[in-house]
């Protein structure tokens, strides 16, 4: 996983872990006021971990700030947006099954 930690002080950088026909992960990577999302995936529940840094997550209309090891359930038809909440880089670990389709995974 640490292969695929990079930044990028121009939009947040996003690689794939694994993806088989049932889940699909990724490692996304958030600088300095970077957000990802609103992203919403009407099949898939995701889970997304804190691997690094600290995260305020909007899932529906709740708000959670989640520092290092925390995770955030964001059930199937939640819309979910992130953002970074320090100076430091943020790193999330976002594992969602079934695999979202191309366009639930762009944000």
């Known amino acids: 996983m640490r292969d695929l930690v990079a930044f990028d002080p121009e939009h947040v950088t996003r690689a794939t872990l694994f993806e088989t026909g049932n889940l699909w992960s990724e490692v996304a990577c958030l600088d ?12 898939a529940d995701a889970i997304f971990t804190v691997v690094a840094g600290e995260a305020v997550f909007n899932v529906g209309r709740q708000r959670q700030r989640l520092k290092q090891w925390r995770s955030v359930l964001v059930p199937a038809g939640s819309e979910v947006s992130v953002t970074n909440a320090s100076t430091e880089p943020l790193v999330l670990l976002v594992i969602a099954s079934p695999p ?8």
């Open 100 to 107: 979202p389709p191309v366009r639930a995974v762009t944000g």
């Open 32 to 43: 300095r006021n970077q957000s990802l999302g609103p992203i919403t995936d009407p099949e």
